[in-house]
């Protein structure tokens, strides 16, 4: 199975049948075995929360969490001389080069182009609808 790192924008295009996004992003969560911050939580709660939707436990249950054990300064660093993005983007795009130095084998999927042109540019093949 293919591994992905994942961010937000991606699981909540899922969770809320966004139309442009919602059926090639749920064969994601069939092809691809899923790894993300924690940030990822927090995003996906204040999204049900947004949209006064009870939050559904089981929208986590694919994830597995990349949790850090030292700080991501270099990877942040990477990053921002890739190009910008905003703290949180950043945070999941750095947590995804500090994933990739266990696994060099290793997409990125996001439906923010700006966060797909960045982690492209760091090596990252971006998950596209041919992938899954």
Known sequence: MKAAYIDTSLLVAVHF???HAEKWA???LREFQLFSS???EAEIRAAYWREQVRFDESALACIHWVLPKRGLRDEFDQ???TGYLRGADMWH???ALYLRERSDDLFFATLDARQAR???ALGFRIVAPEDV
């Open 17 to 19: 049948a966004e139309p």
């Open 38 to 40: 924690n940030l990822l």
């Open 79 to 81: 990053v921002l001389a």
């Open 26 to 28: 749920a064969g994601v």
């Open 93 to 95: 795009v750095a947590t």
């Open 118 to 120: 960045v982690a492209s």
